[in-house]
């Protein structure tokens, strides 16, 4: 039953962007399929929980250069275990940005990913099924970079091309101009 409020946030989601339909119900048939979803040692790959943040303009997005795949991204991480993917998207931008003044602009999900991870090390290649928020930033704008991270930047959100051409990058970018 761990799973309910996920699968509950997919089908909304579905309803909402039904042009991302296929992503969405793979996503969901993964979530009914492994129990064990939320945990990073499940082989075929697990849930993570990202966060899109704006500035308080909403003119701008604060991406991570993230340490172990040396690409920008958006802050997030692994659910650990907890099925409340919110919150794990709230805490992986607290522990990579410092930031405290971030409000969920929304509590339905803002886009959906899956993405492969390549082998490292140990750890075979896997896929992580993202979950992102979008959250705004409502106080001050300051970050501390990580030690997950080799540099964090406010970029405009017209200039992302110049740190990603990644393709769902892009589409939160125009999801996230339209609510302005």
Same mark, same amino acid.
């Given at each position: 039953?761990?799973?309910?409020?996920?699968?509950?946030?997919?089908? !909304? $989601?579905?309803?909402? $962007?039904?042009?991302?339909?296929?992503?969405?119900? !793979?996503?969901?048939?993964?979530?009914? !399929? *492994?129990?064990?979803?939320?945990?990073?040692?499940?082989?075929?790959?697990? /849930?993570?929980?990202?966060? #899109?943040?704006?500035?308080?303009?909403?003119?701008?997005?604060?991406? =991570?250069?993230?340490?172990?795949? *040396?690409?920008?991204?958006?802050?997030?991480?692994?659910? %650990?275990?907890?099925?409340?993917?919110?919150?794990?998207?709230?805490?992986?931008?607290?522990?990579?940005?410092?930031? =405290?003044?971030? /409000?969920? @602009?929304?509590?339905?999900?803002?886009?959906?990913?899956?993405?492969?991870?390549?082998?490292?090390?140990?750890?075979?290649?896997?896929?992580? $099924?993202? /979950?992102?928020?979008?959250?705004?930033?409502?106080?001050?704008?300051?970050?501390? @970079?990580?030690?997950?991270?080799? %540099?964090?930047? #406010? @970029?405009?959100?017209?200039?992302?091309?110049?740190?990603? =051409?990644?393709?769902?990058?892009?589409?939160?970018?125009?999801?996230?101009?339209? /609510?302005?």
């Amino acid at each position: 039953m761990h799973r309910q409020t996920l699968i509950a946030l997919l089908d !909304r $989601y579905v309803t909402r $962007y039904p042009s991302e339909a296929d992503t969405a119900l !793979r996503f969901r048939d993964f979530v009914i !399929r *492994n129990p064990g979803c939320f945990e990073r040692h499940l082989a075929e790959g697990h /849930v993570t929980g990202s966060a #899109w943040i704006v500035d308080s303009t909403g003119e701008r997005t604060l991406l =991570t250069h993230h340490r172990k795949l *040396n690409i920008w991204l958006q802050p997030g991480g692994h659910a %650990d275990g907890d099925p409340d993917v919110l919150a794990v998207a709230r805490r992986e931008c607290f522990e990579e940005t410092g930031l =405290t003044d971030i /409000v969920a @602009v929304s509590e339905e999900i803002f886009d959906l990913d899956i993405h492969g991870i390549p082998a490292r090390k140990e750890i075979p290649g896997h896929y992580h $099924y993202d /979950v992102r928020f979008l959250f705004r930033v409502v106080g001050d704008h300051e970050f501390v @970079v990580s030690e997950e991270s080799h %540099d964090l930047a #406010w @970029v405009p959100l017209e200039k992302l091309e110049d740190y990603t =051409t990644e393709w769902s990058m892009r589409r939160m970018r125009e999801k996230a101009l339209g /609510v302005r």
